[in-house]
């Protein structure tokens, strides 16, 4: 079954998935022999080879390329809000395919480009400029072979504008194209046989193999596709060539149901489960010391603490029991805590959601950008969890603005996510490049945020309110305890930092990935390996934050409340930590604006990881510390 092995851990979990289930747009096409395919054009982008040089993506028909222009105008295709958000720009072209249709060294158009574009042109072959074509939905792709398993895949990251190999300094312009269409003869499940005329086909891969051919001969008005000569642009002087193609379309036994699985290689199954199984262990281990400490030391500490209080000396307190009186002392700055407590939780409400979509099998690749897509619907919808967290965490902190809180768990986190997105949609435009997000879209974005989310927040901050604090198990007493010297380690940020390793560890592995799949522009789809992952995140974040927190609490330090946020979102330094050795080691961008598009994405993925990991890390250490000294019988 086609989803079984696109999901490894989806038949691993059972999960009722049918192949046969297709999504509305999903649906196979039919054609019939001679019919026309359209060939849609996708932006440029850089292609992730041995090093990314670039993070700007350009639309087809800039200027600056010359490329071949349809003869009725240039077409937008509907796209979907997450495909727009993640740099598609669709469009049509020129290109004439027909089924069954094969040809040799057809003209495109002839091409005349100047000594700027030239310069322009060659910069980009420079920097592993792919080209994306889409036909029939399918991205095309080159036939590789993966080194270790010696499986064949489709690589869909494209393919390259030029050549900049053959000889180093001398990039060559591709301007030949031979592309494949893999075909399927539908079954007709007729006894009577079908006239070839009526018998239909579908689309089951694309692959096209870029050349170089200077195809130009003086004399004759027809290209030559085999000249052996590459074409090289002049940066000297105007170049005029021809852009040509040829077709050929090849049988093949694949299926349409199974098409995508050539294309959805796993790179590496084995570091994914040996990372898996890597992390479960130290969570085992943790979820085991946490276990040891809540449960059996403090019941047997709870016991002999309550048999001290019953008798007459008290002296004998130690460690974390005698902070009771302090440990519900309220902390500075409510009104962050809970603001970000309760956004934190909303982003983890989202993501749970979106990958159990993923996991089920939802978001087809075939459905380009459904995962943004989904993403940005759920962050939309599950407003409300924001707001009622977050009222009711101001409230138990003890807050009394509650006005103040509302507006700002409603517009804080958006509007720094909104300006730094700004401002990098700035330096695109600047740079004119196309992964600027078009007017329409933030527009779009705005109503949706305005109309639905901040509504729901709203909504939910009043029902958190309704429903009002979590009552303290333990009087807080009036005077502040003086707080002893503590160990180096337990101070917050240092905490912080050492808190952070082993949730950041259990992720990044398969971080690892992600990053790769995002930047080298293949869909990423171990949504199984990430969604166990995030688990894994969460449980270890969890217990770390616990441990911790319970260790400052044995060294009698007893302002926990900001502590635990910082020692859950630990991971984020080190994510950001993690970010800039791969910006030294795998990335070498060329243009100032990728480096400040790079910086600024990875600062709002920390940010997230932040938010996300706080909220963990205070959530549970609020309820392991009310279960904690809810067992303390204080006279
Ligand atoms: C088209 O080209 C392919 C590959 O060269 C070949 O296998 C196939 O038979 C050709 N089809 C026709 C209709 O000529």
Redesign the pocket.
Known sequence: MLVSRLFPLATLLALPISSAFYLPGTAPRDYLEGEKIDVFVNTLTPMLNSKLHSLISYDYYDDRFGFCRPFNGIEKQPESLGSILFGDRILNSPYELNM???ETCKLLCQSSITKEQSIFINERIKEDYGLNFLIDGLPSSEMKRDSKTQEIFLDAQGFNLGDDESIPDKPALNNHYDI?IQYHEKDTYSYISTPKSKKQYRVVGVLVYPRTVNSMISGSNSPDCFSTQPLYLSEATNNEFYYTYSI????SDITWGLRWDAYLHVFDPKIHWFSLINSLVIVGFLTFMVMMILYRTISKDIYRYNQIDLSEDVQEDYGWKLIHGEIFRLPQRPMLLSVMVGNGLHLIIMLIVTLLFALFGFLSPSNRGSLATVLLICWTLFGCVSGYTSSRTYSTLGGDQWKSNLILTTVLFPIVVFSVIGLLNLFLIFASASGAVPFGTILAILLLWFLISAPLSIAGYFYGLKHGSFENPLKTSSIPRQIPPKPWYLNQWISAILGGILPFGAAFVELYFVLSSLFGNRAYYAFGFLFLTFLIVVITTATTTILFIYFTLCAEEYRWHWRSFLIGGGSAFWLFTYGIWYWVSRLSLDSFTSVVLYFGYLFLFSLLDFLIGGSIGYIATYFAIRRLYSSIRVD
């Open positions: 069954l249709k094969n494949y050929s379309y090849i049988k």
